[in-house]
């Protein structure tokens, strides 16, 4: 097992990846779990079997996050195209977030992790909206990871929602004002998006916030996405230059004179 760069390891850190990791962490990670359907598929199990599955390796990213030291995690688990499959993937989904509401959140809340369900919530029945409003609430003020479960979740809604309200308020329409009403409003825009299952696309997720992140795209299904398969992506952002509209040389020019003052 390779170590993380002391410079880079963060304080409480109790795990390290079985990869070798060095530079910057990104400090936010966007993943699209795609794969799930797939992994049941060759399993001739159901696709609500892939879903469940997808949990699990949900709450081993979420653990991984914290060992590694990444702050924030958002990951796309209903979009609001997802009502057009089949009824029983759809109330397999509802049922999956009703549970996890009930048995994760006792343990999240232990684990530190601060949660937020943004999308849109009139769909969704009351119950379940409370729910969500209530897990938010209770992990509120724990700081270890901020854990962004998108469900019915949309970029171009999101977008519409962010403008409608701006609209309302009579504020200027400005990337400011916008960037500050979207339902991400209280994290940094994703360094690193994550897609799994092959597909490399972004499928409505975060699209306005998804400027300039960078893109890794592994073939491995969602379920069997690990603490190893989140190294490697990490690894291979850090091989990345970021360079916001610059250009290389002005980057490293940029560098040199941090490192002087
Ligand atoms: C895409 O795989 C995945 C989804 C539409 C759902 C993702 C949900 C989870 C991982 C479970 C987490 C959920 C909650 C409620 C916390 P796919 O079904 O499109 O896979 P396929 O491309 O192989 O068909």
Known sequence: ?????????????????SVLVQGEL??????VMDGNGRWAKKRHLPRVAGHKRGVDALKQTVQACLDIGVKVLSVFAFSSE???????EVSGLMDLLGLALTHEV?????????????????????RVANGLAAAERETADNTRLVLNVCFNYGGRWDICQATRLIYEKGL????????????????????????????MRISNFLLWQ???SEFYFSDVLWPDFDSHELAVA??????RERRFGRTSDQLHIRKHNHQES
């Open 172 to 199: 200027p329409l400005t990337e400011n004002t916008l960037s500050a009403h979207l339902s991400l409003a209280h994290v940094s825009d994703p360094d690193l998006l994550i897609r799994t299952g092959g597909e």
């Open 82 to 88: 997802n009502w057009n499959r089949p009824q029983e």
């Open 234 to 239: 990490i690894s291979a952002y850090q091989m």
């Open 210 to 212: 998804m400027a300039y």
């Open 106 to 126: 006792p343990k999240l809340q232990k684990q530190g992790v601060q949660l937020h369900f943004p999308g849109d919530r009139a769909k969704l029945s009351l």
């Open 1 to 17: 097992m390779i170590h993380l760069r002391p410079p880079l390891l963060p304080k409480g850190i109790t795990q390290t990846p």
């Open 26 to 31: 990104p400090y936010h990670i966007a993943v």
